[in-house]
């Protein structure tokens, strides 16, 4: 529990994101990261980004908070607040797929997250090194709640890119759907069928993949998604699961 100081700074500083177009209830609501991180924030009033980085004993220092405001499109409050409950919870600087695993656990009870949070991880960990810094959350949650529609399909394409080398196979899009049909469990209207994940992989791998060569380049990835509205709106599923 927090303190009543601590409390009624936390509220201060929803109250100055909503005034100051920050984290909309929207957002909070659908991206599962930001809210995680959010409720590990536990605001100091006279702290500043820039005292934390400072005095912070981490094995990981962040860049700047002015290089990563010019970096995402985060106000320079909303990288305070993330940094907050960043460093909270993980005060070596760094997230581990664990942690991955566990938030996803917490909000997806009724089915299996762990497949799905590890290719997440995956897809945050961008230098590949076995950990996701403070900028590498950032960086990825910037472009997956504010970025063009063109950056949002590049970064999924590279979540279901599971091997990296540039190209999506059926297999590696079917592990993804699988993985995200595990995670939600029984909990979606109408129960979906087991069959499902590969009938949609199905009829999306066959628009995707013009020049029928087994696999879909980035190119072709982006220009089906598109223009084509079914797959644009299954797309959007990926803002309810992040």
């Known amino acids: 529990m927090c303190s009543p100081t601590k409390g009624t700074q936390w509220m201060e500083d929803q109250l100055h994101l909503h005034k100051n177009h920050g984290f909309s209830k929207k957002v909070l609501l659908n991206c599962w990261l930001v809210r995680r991180i959010v409720t590990w924030a536990s605001p100091h009033p006279k702290d500043s980004v820039e005292d934390e980085l400072e005095l912070s004993a981490v094995r990981h220092r962040p860049e700047g908070l002015e290089q990563l405001e010019a970096q995402t499109r985060f106000s320079r409050k909303e990288l305070q607040i993330l940094y907050r409950g960043f460093k909270n919870e993980c005060p070596s600087g760094v997230v581990n797929e664990e942690t991955f695993k566990d938030i996803y656990a917490q909000?997806?009870?009724?089915?299996?997250a762990s497949t799905y949070a590890h290719f997440l991880f995956n897809a945050f960990d961008t230098d590949?090194?076995?950990?996701?810094s403070f900028e590498d959350f950032v960086m990825g949650l910037s472009i997956l709640l504010r970025g063009t529609v063109q950056e949002k399909l590049i970064w999924a394409f590279n979540l279901y890119d599971i091997n990296k080398d540039g190209y999506i196979t059926k297999e590696e899009m079917l592990d993804i759907m699988k993985?995200?049909?595990d995670m939600m469990g029984k909990c979606t209207y109408p129960?979906?069928?087991?069959?499902?994940?590969?009938?949609?992989?199905?009829?999306f791998f066959q628009k995707m993949d013009k020049n029928k060569d087994g696999v879909v380049t980035i190119d072709e990835f982006i220009d089906c998604c598109q223009n084509d509205e079914n797959i644009m709106r299954s797309m959007h599923l990926f803002e309810n699961v992040l």
């Open 107 to 112: 909000f997806f009870p009724q089915g299996d």
């Open 128 to 132: 590949h090194n076995g950990s996701v």
């Open 179 to 181: 993985a995200i049909y």
């Open 191 to 203: 129960v979906l069928k087991e069959e499902t994940p590969r009938q949609h992989v199905e009829v």
